[in-house]
Every structure is written in C-alpha cells, then in structure tokens.
C-alpha cells in the first residue's frame, strides 16, 4: 500500500509526506478451504482453541459450514488478524495449490502490490475423511453419519493442528 498525505492551505499545498507500507497476509491452502486450512487458520488468530473445537455446539455449526463452503473452491476466506497483525486468509484450491500460488504472486507483480505473502500447505492433514464427509453431506440421508465422521475428524485433528499453529507460522513456514 502507498500513503500520500497532502496538507492543503489558503497559499496552496504545502507539504507532501509519502511512504510505503508493506503487510503480511497468511494463506492457508488445501484440497479443501474449509477443513484443516480454516482449522489453522482459526487456531492461528486464536478465534480457535482445543476446548472449544471439541464442544459439540461448535462442531455442530462448523459442520454447517463445511457444508455450505466445502465445494467452493478458489474463494479466499478472511479469517481474522493475528498478534502480529498479519491477516490470515483460508482457501481451498483441490491439488492445484502451486497453480493458485503463481497466480496470485502474478497478480501482485502486475499490479505492484507490495503486500508479501505466505503460503501454508494443509493438504497433507485433511487426509480421505473430509473427501468422503464432503459426498456424504450431498444427500440428507447420510447426515448422521456425515455428522458422526465429522466429529470423529475434528476431534482427531485439532491435536495436529495446534501443533503445527504454534510451531511452523512462528518459524515462518513458507511454500
């Protein structure tokens, strides 16, 4: 982002102070954008902790959302701001994570968007569960059990996610 800061007066513009700021945005990538990459995200600006991913309310309603976000890929979710005010952002782009990196990097270059950003690969972590969760939530019939498995990754999964949250983001982790 450029600032330009112009103080005008009766005798005319008397001084112009520009400089340039450069943020850092977090993107959590995977097959899909709203199982383990949203669970990084969430744990990474701390919307997210072990307590509450385990309460079945919120399981209940990340389900939900799972199922209504699950299937759109290339959307870029915002997900918050962490402490060192990065924003984190989550996306789902199937297997096709170094085609969307390169784009995005592109697009930054012909638009001289000086904003740096990283790139976490979660794709290793969703594993085949939230595939097969992902088809069964398709059809009502299966809700149930879609529910059950659900909870059965979640619960399997926050472990990993905690760990990887704390430890790679502060070490940079970069694709």
């Known amino acids: ?6 103080y005008i007066s009766l005798s005319g513009i ?12 977090l993107i959590y990538h995977g097959y899909f954008g709203v199982y383990s990459a949203f669970l990084l995200a ?3 600006v701390g919307i997210l902790d072990e307590k509450k991913a ?15 976000y699950g299937p759109q890929y290339g959307n870029l979710i915002y ?4 402490k060192e005010h990065r924003e ?8 096709h994570g170094d085609v969307v990196i390169k784009a995005q990097r592109g697009m930054n270059e012909i638009f001289q968007i000086g904003d740096e950003i990283r790139y ?21 019939f299966f809700d149930r059990i879609s529910f059950f498995l659900f909870s059965y990754w979640v619960r399997k999964t926050v472990r990993h996610c905690l760990e990887r949250a704390d430890g790679k983001i502060k070490e940079g982790d970069q694709t």
């Not at 982002?1 to 112009?6: A, K, L, N, P, R």
């Not at 385990?54 to 209504?68: A, G, I, P």
């Open 1 to 6: 982002m450029i600032w330009e800061t112009v």
């Open 14 to 25: 008397n001084r112009i102070q520009s400089f340039k700021e450069e943020t850092v945005k």
């Open 42 to 44: 969430a744990f990474h």
């Open 54 to 68: 385990q309460s079945r309310e919120f399981l209940r309603k990340y389900w939900r959302f799972c199922r209504l």
């Open 79 to 82: 997900v918050g701001v962490d």
């Open 88 to 95: 984190v952002y989550c996306i789902g782009c199937k297997k």
């Open 120 to 140: 976490v690969d979660t794709g290793k972590m969703d594993g085949l569960l939230p595939t097969i969760i992902s088809a069964m939530q398709k059809r009502p």
